[in-house]
């Protein structure tokens, strides 16, 4: 079974930076689309960004220039650069993988942006 392992979270203060990387358990044969979704508190999931297998990438407004996403395909691995960060970004963040047309999902990792 595929184990998705989120790391690199924590606490940083607005106008830092973190970055978020995600890694498979076990080596995927031709992964399919990665991305990043978060949940703030008391609210829905929602989408950061992802990125296709051809490395188009998409991004939420909230984020758009101030996030970047990226995949390594031979470590099978996906990252979130987050610069710039706000409060606002303070939110539970998780990996997602399609493997085989099924997206797997990791087990999230807290974001917390102190004004």
């Known amino acids: 079974q595929v184990r998705l392992v989120e790391s690199g979270g924590g606490l940083v203060q607005a106008g830092g930076s973190l970055r978020l990387s995600c890694a498979a358990s076990?080596?995927?044969?031709?992964?399919?689309?990665m991305g990043w979704y978060r949940q703030p508190p008391g609210k829905r999931r929602e989408l950061v960004a992802t990125?296709?297998?051809?490395?188009?990438?998409n991004y939420a407004d909230s984020v758009k220039g101030r996030f970047t996403i990226s995949r390594d395909n031979a470590k099978n691995t996906v990252s979130l650069q987050m610069n710039s960060v706000r409060p606002e970004d303070t939110a539970v963040y998780y990996c997602?993988?399609?493997?085989?047309?099924?997206?797997?999902w990791g087990q999230g990792t807290q974001v917390t942006v102190s004004s």
């Open positions: 997602t993988i399609a493997i085989l047309g099924l997206d797997h």
């Open positions: 076990v080596t995927i044969f031709r992964p399919g689309a």
């Open positions: 990125i296709t297998s051809g490395g188009s990438t």
